[in-house]
């Protein structure tokens, strides 16, 4: 058990930290990013900075572009297939009744 009058969570020399430890920031630019629903993000980049031609918008996850006029289309998502729809696109009917009926055939010890 601690005691005395220690102050929990410092240590000797710690102050407040201000610009003239840390030194002086970077010169910051805020551009505005559109998505396709109408959500603005402002992301803020260091001046010299190459700002990228998208941003992932951080409300729906959409890409967001810096023409409010025409935004990035969303992506496109596949809808997600079973096993047996990749199977049914492989082959046809006729091939999934033959497989049925020699399974069945070597099951009842036909072959």
């Not at 199977?87 to 006729?94: C, H």
Request: with cysteine; proline share 10%.
């Amino acid at each position: 058990m601690a005691s005395g009058n220690a102050i929990r969570g410092s240590r000797v020399g710690a102050g407040p930290m201000g610009e003239a430890e840390r030194g002086e920031s970077a010169p910051r630019l805020r551009i505005s990013f559109w998505c396709s629903n109408g959500h603005e993000t402002q992301p803020s980049f260091a001046h010299d900075a190459q700002v990228p031609e998208t941003w992932d918008c951080p409300r729906c996850g959409f890409p967001a572009g810096q023409d409010q006029d025409s935004p990035p289309a969303p992506p496109r998502t596949e809808p997600y297939k079973t096993h047996l729809a990749y199977v049914r696109e492989r082959r046809s009917d006729a091939d999934g009744e033959a497989i049925l009926a020699e399974a069945l055939a070597k099951l009842r010890g036909e072959i």
